[in-house]
């Protein structure tokens, strides 16, 4: 009898010390267990390519004469400055690689390429006209020049990243780098009263300094693709524009003068570009 009321205590002690428990396992919560934040793994390369417009921009240029006719003004007779210069709008491409350093500061290297129209415009001197022989009147005389330019550009680029608002981050830039400028054949209209001349010279190339200013903002596509819209001012030094007509160039030995003209008749003073971009950068 003893022994059956000692193995029924126990019992119902073993009863109480499992309902404790698990009472005690409902009111504490269990351990919550946090997962971990995906973390993008990225190299800091990137790639990029951009299209654009340029505005057009006025610029100016000189040009010598050269007089064959008339004695004493043999060989370059003087030089004169354009009225008028000016560089037509047109579209740009572009395409690049850089590198992120942090959150704040990247830099790439670029490739851009523009074409655009050439105008040029520059009132005759009254001895010019004399010496060509064709109107000795003063008035509505001038020059007239047109032509194409290619101009592509290598340029290495700095850009310090702002504070991001959302998915958009601002962004300023600046870069510098070369310009190789190639003219297509120069169009001469020469104009005076009653009287046209034209004439065609061989367009020139040239490789010069350049440098640019840039402003933007980027927005997050996703988490390696940003749209990035942005002004850029691309400064271009002067250079070589085309050299003397045929008539300037040929030899000019049977009137006496020896050889004809060499070298570059014109040169342009530079270009001041403005233009709106629209590209894409793609993270590694």
Same mark, same amino acid.
């Given at each position: 009898?003893?022994?059956?009321?000692?193995?029924?205590?126990?019992?119902?002690?073993?009863?109480? #010390?499992?309902? %404790?428990?698990?009472?005690?396992a409902?009111?504490?919560?269990?351990?919550?267990?946090? %997962?971990a934040?995906?973390v993008?793994?990225t190299?800091? $390369?990137?790639?990029?390519?951009?299209i654009?417009?340029?505005?057009?921009?006025?610029?100016?240029?000189? $040009?010598?004469f $050269?007089?064959?006719?008339? #004695?004493?003004?043999?060989g370059?007779?003087?030089?004169?400055?354009?009225?008028?210069?000016?560089? =037509?709008?047109?579209?740009?491409?572009?395409?690049?690689v850089?590198?992120?350093?942090?959150?704040?500061?990247?830099? +790439? !290297?670029?490739?851009?390429?523009?074409r655009?129209? /050439?105008?040029?415009?520059?009132?005759?001197?009254?001895? !010019?006209?004399?010496? =060509?022989?064709?109107?000795?009147? %003063? @008035?509505?005389?001038?020059? +007239?020049?047109?032509?194409? #330019?290619? /101009?592509?550009?290598?340029?290495?680029?700095?850009?310090? +990243?702002?504070?991001?608002?959302?998915?958009?981050?601002p962004?300023?830039g600046?870069?510098?780098?070369?310009?190789h !400028?190639?003219? @297509?054949? $120069?169009?001469?209209?020469?104009?005076?009263e009653?009287?046209?001349?034209?004439?065609y010279k +061989?367009?020139?190339n040239?490789?010069?300094?350049?440098?640019a200013?840039?402003a933007?903002?980027?927005?997050?596509?996703?988490?390696?693709?940003?749209?990035?819209?942005?002004?850029?001012?691309?400064r271009?030094?002067?250079?070589? *524009?085309?050299g003397?007509?045929? #008539?300037?160039?040929?030899?000019?030995?049977?009137?006496?003068?020896?050889?004809?003209?060499?070298?570059?008749? *014109?040169?342009?003073?530079?270009f001041? /570009?403005?233009?709106?971009? *629209?590209?894409?950068?793609?993270?590694f």
């Amino acid at each position: 009898m003893t022994q059956r009321i000692l193995t029924v205590t126990l019992a119902a002690f073993s009863v109480l #010390a499992l309902s %404790e428990t698990l009472v005690a396992a409902d009111l504490v919560p269990p351990p919550i267990i946090e %997962e971990a934040t995906p973390v993008l793994n990225t190299s800091g $390369w990137y790639i990029r390519g951009d299209i654009g417009y340029a505005a057009k921009s006025k610029t100016d240029g000189r $040009w010598n004469f $050269w007089n064959q006719e008339a #004695a004493p003004y043999r060989g370059v007779d003087d030089t004169f400055h354009y009225d008028r210069f000016s560089l =037509k709008p047109g579209v740009t491409y572009g395409a690049g690689v850089g590198y992120r350093f942090n959150d704040w500061l990247r830099t +790439d !290297v670029t490739l851009d390429y523009f074409r655009a129209g /050439i105008n040029g415009r520059t009132n005759c001197p009254s001895y !010019v006209k004399a010496s =060509k022989g064709f109107n000795l009147v %003063e @008035d509505n005389c001038h020059y +007239d020049d047109s032509s194409d #330019a290619g /101009i592509l550009t290598a340029m290495a680029n700095a850009y310090v +990243d702002l504070p991001s608002v959302g998915a958009l981050t601002p962004y300023l830039g600046a870069g510098i780098g070369a310009a190789h !400028v190639k003219y @297509d054949r $120069w169009n001469t209209l020469e104009t005076c009263e009653g009287c046209t001349y034209q004439s065609y010279k +061989d367009g020139l190339n040239s490789t010069r300094f350049a440098m640019a200013l840039m402003a933007g903002t980027s927005y997050d596509l996703s988490d390696r693709l940003k749209l990035d819209i942005g002004y850029r001012y691309l400064r271009i030094n002067g250079g070589k *524009a085309y050299g003397y007509d045929a #008539a300037d160039q040929a030899s000019q030995t049977g009137y006496g003068f020896g050889p004809g003209a060499t070298g570059a008749q *014109a040169r342009d003073h530079g270009f001041d /570009i403005h233009s709106v971009r *629209a590209g894409l950068r793609y993270g590694f």
